[in-house]
Antibody, heavy 120, light 107 residues
Framework: EVQLVESGGGLVQPGGSLRLSCAAS????????MDWVRQAPGKGLEWVGR??????????EYAASVKGRFTISRDDSKNSLYLQMNSLKTEDTAVYYC???????????WGQGTLVTVSS | DIQMTQSPSSLSASVGDRVTITCRAS??????LAWYQQKPEKAPKSLIY???NLQSGVPSRFSGSGSGTDFTLTISSLQPEDFATYYC?????????FGQGTRLEIK
């Protein structure tokens, strides 16, 4: 069974940093691109970014709203995905989801999400 | 960026009704279109990929169609568990973008 479990959310002050983790199981993690998607309270879904797999040099893509502040990385030996968030703003407050990207390119599995609150 | 516009934004319907939600892309995206269902306080669930292909385990009352800029999600006979918010998503080009959502409520 595919499982994605996010952790690391919490309350952080504006300008602060936070690192989210996503533990993957039930599939060959190293074979997949992985994305982060977020959802602000009461709002819609917003794509945050992507990490490709080793065969694609672990290259990344980011939404303009987070580029230069957020960094996506992965550790295939630990079946883990990470989101390093720096210079956090109040508008980064959201539930952050880890999602798997299959060969069909549309997301198939989502984690349960972890809440990040940026507030003073 | 490709803008995705869903209509309607909200919809009231009854169990057994046939419902159609529309998604329009601001430029052509071929068939790179997915649909997701989200219930309150839950993670989204993947329904359809490549405009018309059901994800594994999704009931056959769900169907999708379209290509280019205009797409539809149809639920042939609404069940109580289908009342939720639905999102379309394009993955043809970066940044990946979602529609604003369609809230399907019980009449």
């Amino acid at each position: 069974e595919v499982q994605l479990v996010e952790s690391g959310g919490g309350l952080v002050q504006p300008g602060g940093s936070l690192r989210l983790s996503c533990a993957a199981s039930g599939f060959t993690f190293s074979d997949h691109y992985m994305d982060w998607v977020r959802q602000a309270p009461g709002k819609g879904l917003e794509w945050v970014g992507r990490t490709r797999k080793k065969a694609n040099d672990y290259t990344t893509e980011y939404a303009a709203s987070v580029k230069g502040r957020f960094t996506i990385s992965r550790d295939d030996s630990k079946n883990s995905l990470y989101l390093q968030m720096n210079s956090l703003k109040t508008e980064d407050t959201a539930v952050y989801y880890c999602v798997r990207v299959p060969a069909t390119w549309a997301f198939d599995y989502w984690g349960q999400g972890t809440l990040v609150t940026v507030s003073s | 960026d490709i803008q995705m516009t869903q209509s309607p934004s909200s919809l009231s319907a009854s169990v057994g009704d046939r419902v159609t939600i529309t998604c329009r892309a601001s430029q052509g995206i071929s068939k790179s279109l997915a649909w997701y269902q989200q219930k309150p306080e839950k993670a989204p669930k993947s329904l359809i990929y490549a405009a018309s292909n059901l994800q594994s385990g999704v009931p056959s009352r769900f169907s999708g169609s379209g290509s280019g800029t205009d797409f539809t999600l149809t639920i042939s006979s609404l069940q109580p568990e289908d009342f939720a918010t639905y999102y379309c998503q394009q993955y043809n080009s970066y940044p990946i973008t979602f529609g604003q959502g369609t809230r399907l409520e019980i009449k």
